[in-house]
C-alpha cells in the first residue's frame, strides 16, 4: 500500500514485488495491492473513487491521473492492483466473479459503505459487474473505453501472447540483469506485437526474482485461464442480473475499437443511464488525454 498526500507528495513504503500464489479455488479474494491519493481538501465522509486498470497493465499506469484527479477533484482515490497484475498476489483463478470479491474485500478492509467505480478494459468490466451485482455499493460508475460485448479482432492481447510469456521466462538466463532479460525477451514478440508502445508494455512487466530467475508481474496461466470470462465471452457473467440505474460515464476514444454502435445498444441495456464521451484517443484514453479525461471525471463526480 502507498499513502499519497499531495501537499507535500509524500509517499510511505510499499510492499515489494513478490509472487504470491494461493490454491483455494473458491471465490477466497486476495488482498490487493493499493495506493491512496488524497489531499487536505479531500472529503473523506463521500464515496471515493476506487480505480482498476485494464489487462496487463497495473496502478502504475493510473498515477499521473489519480494525482490528478485528487487535486482537481473533492475525492479520494484509491488505486488498486487486480489480481494477477502489479504487486497483488497471483492466484489460479481469474474471473470477474473472483475480481468482484477482491474489490469487496478491499471495501470492507478500508471501511467504505460506497464508492465510485471507475475501471479501465479489464478493470471496467470488473467494476460493471460489481455495479450489476451490489448496485447499493457503487454511487456511480465510470468505465473506459469498454462494453459488456466484443472485443477487437485485431486486438494484440491473445491467450498466444501469454502463452508466449509462460514458456518465454525460464529461458531467460540468470546471469541476465533486468534490463538485459527484457532485451532478450523483446524479439521473441516481434511477430504477435507490432506497436513498440505496446512491445514497452509487455516487456515492463518482466520481473527478476531474488533467486535470479525471471518472473512476469502479470500470471500468464491465469489469464489464459479466465480468458472466456474475462474477456471473449465476458456477457455470459452478467446476462440475467438487473440493469444498473444509478450515473454512469463511458469514456471512449475515438481511435480504438473497443466501443461500437452495436455494443453501445447492449451497454445501455445493463446500464440506461450511461452517457457517452468520446475522446482524440486509443484503448488507453486516460493516457492519450489526460487533461480532458480528469476534467469528465472531476465534473461527473461533484457533488
Not at 488505486?79 to 478491499?106: C, E, I, K, Q
Not at 454511487?139 to 518465454?168: C, S, Y
Request: zero cysteines.
Amino acid at each position: 500500500m502507498s499513502l499519497v498526500l499531495l501537499r507535500n507528495l509524500t509517499v510511505l513504503p510499499r510492499a515489494q514485488w513478490r509472487r504470491n500464489y494461493s490454491s483455494n479455488q473458491q471465490l477466497q479474494p486476495v488482498k490487493m495491492d493499493y495506493a491512496v491519493y488524497q489531499m487536505p481538501h479531500s472529503l473523506l465522509k463521500e464515496p471515493p473513487i476506487v480505480v482498476m486498470h485494464g489487462l496487463n497493465l497495473s496502478r502504475a499506469h493510473w498515477r499521473r491521473v489519480a494525482r490528478h484527479l485528487a487535486k482537481r477533484g473533492s475525492r479520494r482515490v484509491l488505486a488498486v492492483d487486480a489480481r494477477n497484475h502489479g504487486l497483488s498476489p497471483h492466484n489460479p483463478s481469474h474471473t470477474p466473479a473472483h475480481m468482484v470479491a477482491d474489490v469487496l474485500a478491499f471495501m470492507k478492509q478500508q471501511q467504505l459503505g460506497r464508492i465510485v467505480a471507475l475501471g479501465h478494459s479489464m478493470g471496467g468490466r470488473t467494476m460493471m459487474t460489481l455495479a450489476l451485482q451490489q448496485p447499493k455499493r457503487v454511487e456511480r460508475a465510470i468505465f473506459v473505453d469498454i462494453t459488456p460485448v466484443g472485443i477487437p479482432k485485431d486486438l494484440f492481447l491473445t491467450p498466444a501472447l501469454f502463452e508466449l510469456m509462460q514458456r518465454l521466462a525460464p529461458t531467460i538466463p540468470t546471469e541476465l540483469s533486468l534490463s538485459e532479460g527484457r532485451k532478450f525477451v523483446l524479439p521473441h514478440f516481434s511477430s504477435l506485437v507490432k506497436r513498440d508502445v505496446d512491445l514497452q508494455l509487455i516487456i515492463m512487466n518482466l520481473r527478476k526474482l531474488p533467486s535470479g530467475e525471471f518472473a512476469w508481474a502479470v500470471n500468464p496461466e491465469a489469464i489464459i485461464k479466465g480468458w472466456s470470462s474475462t474477456v471473449s465471452h465476458y456477457e455470459k457473467t452478467v446476462k440475467g442480473l438487473k440493469p444498473y440505474v444509478g450515473p454512469v460515464m463511458l469514456i471512449a476514444g475515438k481511435q480504438s475499437k473497443f466501443v461500437t454502435s452495436s455494443s453501445l445498444k447492449k451497454m445501455k441495456q445493463y446500464f440506461p443511464k450511461t452517457k457517452v464521451v468520446y475522446l482524440d484517443a486509443g484503448h488507453r484514453v486516460h493516457q492519450d488525454q489526460p487533461n480532458k479525461f480528469v476534467d469528465l471525471v472531476v465534473n461527473f463526480t461533484r457533488g
